[in-house]
């Protein structure tokens, strides 16, 4: 979906919520998928397209990956 509609927020926000979720339990690809979560965000970010509950997102995403 998200190669359908690169532009859907929505949809950009829940990839990044499943691959930061699927990174937490794959220790062996944890920071290749923290890494493609965190830069989704940061996008979203840079565009303003998050909303205010997942403003601080990239933050936890990017201490998680500095962790691993």
């Known amino acids: 979906l998200t190669r359908r509609d690169p532009d859907d927020a929505d949809w950009q926000v829940d990839l ?5 979720r699927v990174g937490a ?3 062996a690809r ?3 998928l923290l890494g493609e979560s965190l ?3 940061r996008r ?3 565009s303003g ?20």
Request: glycine share 2%.
């Open 49 to 68: 397209r998050l909303s205010a509950d997942q403003k601080g997102w990239p933050d936890i995403v990017q201490r998680e990956l500095e962790k691993s």
């Open 16 to 20: 990044a919520l499943c691959l930061f």
């Open 30 to 32: 944890k920071r290749e």
């Open 25 to 27: 339990v794959d220790p």
């Open 39 to 41: 830069a989704i965000l």
């Open 44 to 46: 979203l970010e840079r």
